[in-house]
């Protein structure tokens, strides 16, 4: 899971997978980063952590970091917030990644309505309330798509 700066989406998209994978039962293995290391060794917004709290999980032991070519040979899928952050993981990626790299909506039910994961970090709560429900959906259906045997 990658946005700019892994304090918001990221985190959030990471604590959602981790979240609904283990009511379903599905093992994965998830992390999250950012494009920039602005934020570099720093827990979630606050606001994130607040509305995981609300949905009955907890960010607050994630810490921000950039993204690794090590992350391209690790995982296979890199999913990016939006077009910015989904170009630069693509230009960094090295030519023998094996990781498939999509935008997170990609993989659920909005991707004509909402192509991308919207930039909480200068709204209001109301904004991260919609960034928690893009994503849940989203990552509903990469567990469904995978829980079926389909490759997101």
Same mark, same amino acid.
């Given at each position: 899971m990658v946005c700019w700066g892994n304090i918001c989406r990221s985190p959030a998209a990471e604590g959602i997978l981790r979240h609904l994978a283990a009511e379903r039962g599905v093992e994965v293995e998830v992390d999250s980063a950012g494009t920039s290391r602005d934020h570099e060794g720093q827990a979630p917004h606050r606001?994130?952590?607040?509305e995981a709290g609300r949905r009955g999980f907890d960010v607050?032991?994630?810490?921000?970091?950039?993204?690794?070519?090590d992350d391209y040979?690790?995982? *296979?899928?890199? =999913?990016?917030?939006?077009?910015?952050v989904d170009r630069t993981v693509r230009e960094r990626?090295?030519?023998n990644s094996k990781a498939r790299i999509l935008k997170m909506t990609e993989v659920g039910p909005d991707a004509e309505q909402w192509p991308e994961v919207p930039?909480?970090?200068y709204g209001t709560e109301q *904004?991260?309330? =919609?960034?928690?429900d893009l994503l849940e959906r989203a990552i509903g259906g990469l567990l469904e798509s995978l829980a079926a045997g389909r490759r997101p």
């Amino acid at each position: 899971m990658v946005c700019w700066g892994n304090i918001c989406r990221s985190p959030a998209a990471e604590g959602i997978l981790r979240h609904l994978a283990a009511e379903r039962g599905v093992e994965v293995e998830v992390d999250s980063a950012g494009t920039s290391r602005d934020h570099e060794g720093q827990a979630p917004h606050r606001r994130t952590i607040a509305e995981a709290g609300r949905r009955g999980f907890d960010v607050s032991d994630q810490r921000a970091r950039q993204i690794r070519k090590d992350d391209y040979h690790r995982y *296979d899928l890199i =999913l990016t917030a939006d077009d910015t952050v989904d170009r630069t993981v693509r230009e960094r990626a090295p030519a023998n990644s094996k990781a498939r790299i999509l935008k997170m909506t990609e993989v659920g039910p909005d991707a004509e309505q909402w192509p991308e994961v919207p930039d909480p970090y200068y709204g209001t709560e109301q *904004d991260y309330v =919609l960034v928690f429900d893009l994503l849940e959906r989203a990552i509903g259906g990469l567990l469904e798509s995978l829980a079926a045997g389909r490759r997101p």
